[in-house]
């Protein structure tokens, strides 16, 4: 049943996607929060495949501490299932930052090109850290909210990667508060797993981390501290043996 489940909801996927990428192409004219919205149906059209075909159910925890005002989300990275998810469910739009060549990638590539999100070009080295800043304050004055993966990859549950001070950098200079964002996707979906379990996923946000006054390491500190302290109550198990 877990392999015919997984083959179903890869066929759901594939037979989903590409139509939805031509039709990003259609609408590339139109205004880009219109565009984000018609482009975020297919991560939402994912999010409710999951559910249905492999049993993921998920629900918010802390959903108080969004503000109705600027932020950067700061997160724990375990799977794919978070990267569709957050299109989908946020209260505001968000803009992720991730590598430039992710505009090649067939299909899912095109759509996430069209989006104004902030790309980085990493042959420039220092230089594109300034562009994330550049393009990080514009998003921010639209009103969108940047959100940025600290550990940079997805890390197994029960795991810590290194914080990396990218997203607090980027609080900082533009004097951004920060949300933490704790979860425990990656139970049910775990790193290149072709199989997934079925479960809940509990998705944990934490009050907003003032950045203003801080030094981005004593932020990123912060951030790393609540979202960590905030996975041992989400699986506690996983952290018994440690």
């Given at each position: 049943?877990?392999?015919?489940?997984?083959?179903?909801?890869?066929?759901?996927?594939?037979?989903?996607?590409?139509?939805?990428?031509?039709?990003?192409?259609l609408?590339?004219?139109?205004?880009?929060?219109?565009?984000?919205?018609?482009?975020?149906?297919?991560?939402?059209?994912?999010?409710?495949?999951?559910?249905?075909?492999?049993?993921?159910?998920w629900?918010?925890?802390?959903?108080?501490?969004?503000?109705?005002g600027?932020?950067?989300?700061?997160?724990?990275?375990?799977?794919?299932?978070?990267?569709?998810?957050f299109?989908?469910?946020?209260?505001?739009?968000?803009?992720?930052?991730?590598?430039?060549?992710?505009?090649?990638?067939?299909?899912?590539?095109?759509?996430?090109?069209l989006?104004?999100?902030?790309?980085?070009?990493?042959?420039?080295?220092?230089?594109?850290?300034?562009q994330?800043?550049?393009?990080?304050?514009?998003?921010?004055?639209?009103?969108?909210?940047?959100?940025l993966?600290?550990e940079?990859?997805?890390?197994?549950?029960?795991?810590?990667?290194?914080?990396?001070?990218?997203?607090?950098?980027?609080?900082?200079?533009?004097?951004?508060?920060?949300?933490?964002?704790?979860?425990?996707?990656?139970?049910?979906?775990?790193?290149?797993?072709?199989?997934?379990?079925?479960?809940?996923?509990?998705?944990?946000?934490?009050?907003?981390?003032?950045?203003?006054?801080?030094?981005?390491?004593?932020?990123?500190?912060?951030?790393?501290?609540?979202?960590?302290?905030?996975?041992?109550?989400?699986?506690?198990?996983?952290?018994?043996?440690?």
């Open positions: 049943m877990p392999v015919l489940r997984a083959t179903l909801y890869l066929i759901f996927l594939t037979i989903t996607v590409i139509p939805y990428a031509f039709a990003c192409v609408w590339a004219p139109l205004p880009w929060r219109w565009r984000y919205r018609l482009t975020a149906g297919w991560p939402r059209l994912a999010i409710w495949g999951a559910r249905v075909i492999l049993g993921i159910r629900r918010i925890k802390g959903a108080e501490n969004f503000p109705d600027p932020a950067i989300i700061l997160s724990k990275h375990q799977s794919a299932w978070e990267t569709l998810f299109p989908a469910y946020m209260p505001r739009e968000v803009c992720f930052v991730y590598k430039k060549e992710l505009h090649r990638v067939p299909f899912f590539g095109w759509g996430l090109a989006l104004n999100m902030i790309p980085i070009d990493r042959s420039k080295g220092r230089d594109a850290f300034e994330v800043v550049s393009e990080g304050q514009k998003r921010i004055n639209e009103g969108r909210w940047p959100l993966f600290p940079g990859t997805r890390i197994a549950p029960g795991k810590t990667g290194r914080y990396k001070l990218g997203g607090a950098l980027l609080a900082t200079r533009t004097g951004t508060g920060v949300i933490p964002i704790a979860h425990n996707a990656g139970e049910c979906w775990p790193r290149n797993a072709f199989i997934k379990k079925p479960g809940l996923v509990t998705l944990s946000v934490g009050p907003m981390i003032e950045s203003k006054g801080l030094t981005a390491d004593v932020l990123n500190k912060k951030v790393q501290e609540w979202i960590e302290n905030e996975m041992r109550q989400l699986n506690p198990e996983r952290y018994e043996s440690l």
